[in-house]
């Protein structure tokens, strides 16, 4: 039978197929009778993009994932002034043929990390230097919290083999934005002396599946708390909803 889609949204990437946007937006639009689709979109290239636009007239947004996330700016008519200091597009909003472009990875993780503050949480200590880490230093700045980055090659103000128990004392916000212990990797976890840990720090990792991270169990163990990566996804996904709708708007700067 042939659907009658008056609208649609995707997600573009590489390796899509364990993809968690397509899945949670169908049945949100399917639980709220809108007569909507979200599909995935992988591609191989960047240069395909202006081709699957041509084909999909009736796309009013979009996400980016792994590897196109800073690919995709030149492709933009507009972005975020946050996107842009942050070099990452996640979301991109698709109105009257011209395409902006937002970071809501930024507004996921700060909204999810500001309900849990205390004060003594001060000082952060990001672990990874990736993608994912460029949006936790945003969500930082936007909390005036200060932090310090871990990085295995030079590229950051530690490596792991910097990291002891006095440094650690030090910052009792840790966040985890490696991709260690991600499932099916899920007996590994970031190499930090987690006997400095105790119940002054909170500890933050950006995996979601499994719901807790080896780095979760080593901090809760000595007695810190915790905070997986879910309420960060589904913010996000709530957010790009908001923008592509138009019920938030950001500030939108030339490419
Ligand atoms: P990424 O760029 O591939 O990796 C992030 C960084 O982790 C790398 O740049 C690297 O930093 C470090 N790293 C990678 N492999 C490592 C290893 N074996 N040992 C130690 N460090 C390693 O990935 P990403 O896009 O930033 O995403 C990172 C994680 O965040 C993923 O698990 C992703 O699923 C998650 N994430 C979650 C959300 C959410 O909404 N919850 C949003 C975005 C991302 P160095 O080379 O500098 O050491």
């Given at each position: 039978?042939?659907?009658?889609?008056?609208?649609?949204?995707?997600?573009?990437?590489?390796?899509?197929?364990?993809?968690?946007?397509?899945?949670?937006?169908?049945?949100?639009?399917?639980?709220?009778?809108?007569?909507?689709?979200?599909?995935?979109?992988?591609?191989?290239?960047?240069?395909?993009?202006?081709?699957?636009?041509?084909?999909?007239?009736?796309?009013?947004?979009?996400?980016?994932?792994?590897?196109?996330?800073?690919?995709?700016?030149?492709?933009?008519?507009?972005?975020?002034?946050?996107?842009?200091?942050?070099?990452?597009?996640?979301?991109?909003?698709?109105?009257?043929?011209?395409?902006?472009?937002?970071?809501?990875?930024?507004?996921?993780?700060?909204?999810?990390?500001?309900?849990?503050?205390?004060?003594?949480?001060?000082?952060?200590l990001?672990l990874?230097?990736?993608?994912?880490?460029?949006?936790?230093?945003?969500?930082?700045?936007?909390?005036?919290?200060?932090?310090?980055?871990v990085?295995?090659?030079?590229?950051?103000?530690?490596?792991y083999d910097q990291l002891d128990a006095a440094l650690i004392a030090g910052y009792p916000?840790l966040?985890?934005?490696?991709?260690?212990?991600?499932?099916?990797?899920?007996?590994?976890a970031p190499a930090i002396p987690y006997e400095a840990i105790g119940s002054r720090h909170l500890l933050?990792?950006?995996?979601?599946?499994?719901?807790?991270?080896r780095f979760l169990q080593l901090g809760k163990a000595r007695g810190a708390?915790t905070?997986?990566?879910?309420?960060?996804?589904?913010?996000?996904?709530?957010?790009?909803?908001?923008?592509?709708?138009?019920?938030?708007?950001?500030?939108?700067?030339?490419?």
């Amino acid at each position: 039978m042939k659907q009658n889609i008056s609208a649609q949204f995707g997600l573009i990437g590489k390796a899509l197929t364990h993809s968690f946007s397509p899945r949670y937006f169908n049945e949100r639009f399917a639980a709220q009778h809108l007569n909507l689709h979200y599909q995935a979109f992988p591609i191989e290239s960047i240069d395909l993009l202006p081709a699957l636009l041509a084909g999909a007239p009736q796309l009013q947004g979009l996400n980016v994932t792994i590897p196109y996330k800073t690919a995709v700016i030149p492709y933009l008519q507009g972005i975020s002034e946050e996107a842009r200091n942050i070099g990452a597009v996640n979301c991109i909003r698709i109105l009257e043929g011209k395409l902006y472009g937002y970071n809501t990875d930024v507004y996921g993780f700060t909204e999810s990390l500001r309900p849990l503050l205390k004060k003594d949480h001060q000082q952060a200590l990001i672990l990874g230097n990736g993608g994912a880490a460029k949006a936790v230093k945003a969500g930082l700045r936007a909390l005036s919290i200060p932090f310090r980055t871990v990085s295995r090659s030079g590229t950051a103000d530690y490596t792991y083999d910097q990291l002891d128990a006095a440094l650690i004392a030090g910052y009792p916000l840790l966040i985890n934005t490696t991709p260690l212990g991600m499932f099916p990797d899920t007996a590994s976890a970031p190499a930090i002396p987690y006997e400095a840990i105790g119940s002054r720090h909170l500890l933050y990792d950006l995996i979601y599946n499994p719901a807790e991270t080896r780095f979760l169990q080593l901090g809760k163990a000595r007695g810190a708390a915790t905070k997986n990566g879910n309420e960060m996804l589904l913010l996000q996904a709530e957010r790009s909803w908001d923008l592509w709708t138009g019920i938030v708007s950001e500030p939108i700067v030339r490419v």
